[in-house]
Each structure stands twice: as C-alpha cells, then as structure tokens.
C-alpha cells in the first residue's frame, strides 16, 4: 500500500526565509508524487506533479521539490517566503497504474511571519 | 471551463435527516472521487469513479453512506440518516489520464446538528 509521511503538521517561517516542508512516501512500485495547496475555505489546487521525467520538479508560484529515491523523499521549497504562501500543504502519491487513485498525506499547514 | 461544481455550498440538517451532495465533474474527465476532510482524520477517500463504474468504496464509512454517478456529468453523495459525526467539509475531485492530475472543487461544508 502507498503512503505519504508528512513531517510537522505547523511550519512557521518568516517572509523572505526559505520555505521547507518535508514529505517522505513509501510505494512498492516508482510512484507519482505531488504537492497540493489549500487556501482557506477553498478546495486544493496543484502545485507540482512528478513523473519521472526529471527529479527537481518546478511548480506554481516559485516552489519546487525534488524526487530522492534513496531517500523516498520528495521536498518542497521556496526560496524567499512570501505572506500569501499562508496555506495548507498537501503531498500525495500514486501508483501510476490505470487506477489513479491519489493518496494524500495529512497536511502541513504554513505560517508566515511578518 | 467551469472547473469542477459542488452543490450547495454550505448544508446545516438535523440529525437522522438525508443529505444529498451533488458533483458536476470537468467535461472529459473520467474518473471522479469524493473525499472527507476534518481536522482529526485529515482528507479521506471515501470512492471514486472511472467512467461512471465505483471502482474503489472501501473508504466509505458506513452503510448510511451512498454515492452514484448516473452519467459522465454528475454524481451525487447521499447520507442517510445524517449524524452529527458527519460533519465535514465534502469534495469532489475529477481527473483523466490526460490531465495534471486532479481538480478539486471548492466543497460541501456539511454540519448536522
């Protein structure tokens, strides 16, 4: 079975600061793997997808995460943090099988400190 | 395009009540999935779809739950009866193979009382 790990459920940082939020999956086959975003009261938006073409993936709005085989982590970052990155973060895996089922992790929720 | 439209937006009931949610995926996309998310459990896969066939229900919670997708446009979620427990917000995301994986829509707030 996939499952994504997904380390500090808080992540607080000031803006300007490098953004750094940590994922690790466990699959049994090479997997899909994404980053979501979720502003308030909305409904979650993709950030990045990887897929194997390349392991540094860049995505929406300046972040980007590279795939670590070796250490079945897939991170996300952001140089210089800005107030409206302010969301929830979710990593998620699929098998990449006909069956796209997406598994996602529990969340990371960014704080942005003035 | 619309992007993917859930209905209503907001549902207040009274416990033991039915509750239906509604879906309208993206034109195109064959596979739809509704999932819960709350604060304790996070965002769960309660079934999805592919070309309207439920292919994967074991993240239903109960037998007091139903989903069915009569078409490749819409697909409902049925709660009956409502418990508070329920309470959650409901999205539906559709997807094909072709696509950058899902899209959400903006979801149910769901409070039984």
């Known amino acids: 079975a996939q499952s994504v790990t997904q380390l500090g459920s808080h992540v607080s940082v000031s803006e300007g600061a490098l953004v750094l939020l940590r994922c690790n999956y466990s699959?049994?086959?090479?997997?899909?793997l994404f980053w979501y975003v979720q502003y308030p009261n909305q409904g979650l938006q993709l950030l990045l997808k990887?897929?194997?073409?390349?392991?540094l993936v860049k995505g929406i709005n300046g972040f980007e995460a590279e795939f670590k085989k070796s250490e079945t982590s897939f991170h996300l970052t952001k140089p210089s943090a800005h107030m409206r990155d302010a969301a929830e973060y979710f990593c998620?895996?699929?098998?990449?099988?006909?069956?796209?089922?997406?598994?996602f992790g529990k969340g990371t929720r960014l704080h942005i400190l003035p | 395009d619309a992007g993917v439209i859930q209905s209503p937006r907001h549902e207040v009931t009274e416990m033991g009540q039915e509750v239906t949610l509604r879906c309208k995926p993206i034109?195109?996309?064959?596979?739809l999935f509704w999932y819960r998310q709350t604060m304790m459990r996070g965002l769960e896969l309660l079934i999805y779809?592919?070309?309207?066939?439920?292919?994967?229900d074991s993240g239903m919670p109960e037998d007091r739950f139903s989903a069915k997708m009569p078409n490749a446009s819409f697909s409902t979620l049925k709660i009956q009866p409502s418990e508070p427990r329920d309470s959650a917000v409901y999205f539906c995301?559709?997807?094909?193979?072709?696509?950058?994986?899902?899209?959400f829509g903006s979801g149910t707030r769901l409070t039984v009382v």
């Open positions: 998620a895996v699929s098998d990449r099988s006909r069956d796209d089922k997406i598994i």
């Open positions: 034109s195109g996309h064959n596979s």
């Open positions: 699959s049994s086959v090479p997997p899909y």
């Open positions: 990887y897929t194997s073409a390349a392991t």
């Open positions: 995301a559709s997807s094909s193979v072709v696509s950058n994986g899902y899209t």
């Open positions: 779809f592919n070309n309207n066939v439920p292919i994967d």
